[in-house]
């Protein structure tokens, strides 16, 4: 059992677990305004504070970083896994206000698509959050971080054949811009996943 | 204390002092170019010598970490610091060249404000750096890690409001890409030193 | 000599030298599309099979190093190196559909030229992770990662050229972005080689 000696008063797996549950919420908002376009301010709106939630608990996990004494995993560990979490909202924030206010016609079915991934690379996130507290877990947490993997994969195939179809078919140049500019920052958020994956199993294969 | 044993002959913090120095020294030229435009090509040539000058001190601390025996934190640490140092000034670089060979007409107010959030996030980076020799300063070390964040933000504020100007305000499609490249590559700007902040503070979650 | 007590059955420096062989011939499968581009489509097919070799010796890397008792590098150090030279081979594979299906009328000198350095770098990643068996090698080493960087610089001048002249000679939007795009994903690729040489410098710091 990993969790020995954590004080009381803070746990960061549990502070881990608030941040990946936010990224969930994020990245469903997010897909509800790629199927909702005409929502697509008050969507934002609601993404925005979900990112200053989870501003919050990234600044309290820091403050506590600080402060105790003993941590269940390595300091500069816990550091990385808050930060790339909260840069996972961060970039799902980002995305979805360039996504508003670029004033696209409507969605189309690649940003759909795209965003369907970055759901699915957030509730594996979870999972393998959630995991992380006992070694016994750590095989699980392997195969969710090769989803998260995957979902990276997924939206960058998506990506390509995006950007395909866009110089293909659309003539105008400030729609292309826009379009590209879209599909390139929801592919971002995938890197980012893929960023917290790395960071979750570089503690698994330091841990075992 | 921290600074123990360290050799006589090589002082990495003074290193790192340098090259904040530099960084700062490269965003009042970057500011300087956004508020003299006229003199864009001989201020991108100041920032290029800038650039070369963070160069010689980046070579001359990864030389001495290969040879000394000793180091005040730990190596790697040392390493990311001093890269992601020297990253910001390159950043400086290519966004200054960018705007000076991009022959924009005149900078907007938008690509003003950004590059003062860039002298104000090097200006935190200088005082961070200058507070590492000490824990007795590491309370001080992180107020200035959070306001470098804070420039980061401000400054990803002011990209999505340029943008949105820009989409709405500009039709000719070149001067949008123009723009568009000219406010991303200043926004990487503060990435790249949130990256600087978040190896400080990092180092501090460490030692504490 | 560093290399002691690795079980005979996973040999992670040749898990690195095998990764680091498929990024060089995927860099020059890169080249070869620039110089040949009326086979652009079969030679992008090749690199995918490249990268899904790299794929599977990354996976198996992996999935040895969560099992492995005694590994001859921190395990942090494996995971992070694998993990930068696979993101290499990724990025090579990116740029090379992107111009495939971008359907440029023909490469120019510069994207030429950047393939060249990608290619250059590629082999100093060869070299540089055929040395990291032995601390004997390590000056060696050194010097390799500091010709990635001059690659890296390289193909930085280069972009800054291309994107320049691309701006005063075409006028057509579409072209423009068509370009920017390409000339920024080959210099993507050197960015992260350059990731690679500093994980590489960075065991090397810390071993000596």
Request: aromatic content about 6%; proline content about 2%; hydrophobic content about 45%.
């Amino acid at each position: 059992m990993l969790r020995r000696f954590i004080p009381q008063e803070f746990d960061f797996f549990d502070c881990f677990e608030k941040a990946a549950a936010e990224a969930v919420t994020a990245a469903k908002l997010l897909l509800k305004m790629t199927e909702n376009y005409g929502d697509a301010d008050p969507i934002a709106r609601e993404i925005e504070a979900v990112e200053h939630a989870c501003d919050d608990i990234t600044h309290q996990a820091m403050d506590r970083l600080n402060k105790v004494f003993i941590t269940p995993l390595d300091r500069e560990d816990i550091h990385a896994i808050i930060i790339r979490l909260d840069d996972v909202v961060d970039l799902i924030h980002a995305s979805s206000s360039r996504m508003a206010f670029l004033h696209i016609e409507k969605p189309t079915t690649h940003s759909i698509n795209m965003a369907k991934q970055i759901v699915r690379g957030c509730e594996k996130i979870a999972d393998a959050v959630r995991g992380l507290r006992f070694t016994k877990n750590y095989e699980q947490v392997t195969k969710d971080c090769i989803a998260i993997h995957e979902a990276e994969n997924a939206a960058d195939d998506l990506l390509h054949y995006a950007l395909a179809e866009l110089f293909t078919t659309v003539k105008d140049p400030i729609t292309v811009i826009k379009w590209k500019d879209i599909y390139e920052s929801l592919e971002a958020v995938t890197d980012r996943q893929e960023a917290v994956a790395n960071a979750l199993h570089g503690v698994i294969v330091k841990m075992s």
